[in-house]
Each structure stands twice: as C-alpha cells, then as structure tokens.
C-alpha cells in the first residue's frame, strides 16, 4: 500500500506555469508505475499522463504531451508534472496515481492508490 501527497497547485492565469509533486512512500510503489489524472466540477476522473519504470512516458493526447511533462525522481521518490501553458479547460483538482501493474500504453490500466489531490484554478 502506497502513501501520495500531492502539492504545488494554485489559482493562475491563462498562459501561466505550474509544476505538481507527487512525494510516494511503501517501498512496493519504488517502481511502481506513475500518472497524473485530474477530475473538473462536470467531468469524470481521466488520467492525462502516465510514466513507466524506465521513464517512458504516455500522453491522452497531443494537446498534452505539447504542454505537459510527466517525470519522476526514484531518489527522491518524486514525481512531477510540468504544465506549461495553462488554459481554462485546465481547471481541476490533479491527482497523482500509482500502480504495480505493466501495460503496453502507461493509460491503459486500473489505478490503485492515490492521493488527495491539489486545486488547479486557471482563469481567463
């Protein structure tokens, strides 16, 4: 069982950075699958990055992988999502996620444990 704080989230404007750290505890989860997910007021929880054991990375979609950097930090038991141009649509509570399980697409697969989550406000 895998303990995930998440932090650095905040209200922004449009066009403005942000980075989200995920710190992981349980040495099972040490290399363990990572992904960041996020779940706005009307929408359903989807993941929009996902990292491997061997820093290989999968986005939902071009729009991500062109703005967000999902990476991770073993030393530090860290992992991090890098968002860059931040949009109105991105509004959210971002989650971190973690799994024992492998899978040819990092998105395709149950997540087990998760954190709290961190408030992302990006406003026009």
């Known amino acids: 069982q895998a303990q995930l704080v998440e932090s650095g989230g905040g209200f922004v404007q449009a066009g403005a950075s942000l980075r989200l750290s995920c710190v992981t505890s349980?040495?099972?989860?040490?290399?363990?699958?990572r992904a960041w997910c996020r779940q706005s007021l009307m929408n359903y929880r989807v993941c929009v990055a996902a990292?491997?054991?061997?820093?290989?990375?999968?986005y939902d979609g071009t729009f991500a992988k062109g703005r967000f950097t999902i990476s991770r930090d073993d030393n530090k038991s860290a992992t991090y999502l890098d968002m860059n141009n931040l949009k109105p649509e991105d509004t959210a509570v971002y989650y971190c996620?973690?799994?024992?399980?492998?899978?040819?697409?990092?998105?395709?697969?149950?997540?087990?444990?998760w954190g709290q989550g961190t408030q992302v406000t990006v406003s026009s």
């Open positions: 996620a973690a799994r024992l399980g492998h899978s040819l697409n990092r998105l395709d697969g149950i997540w087990t444990d």
């Open positions: 990292i491997g054991t061997t820093t290989g990375t999968d």
């Open positions: 349980g040495r099972a989860f040490i290399s363990a699958y």
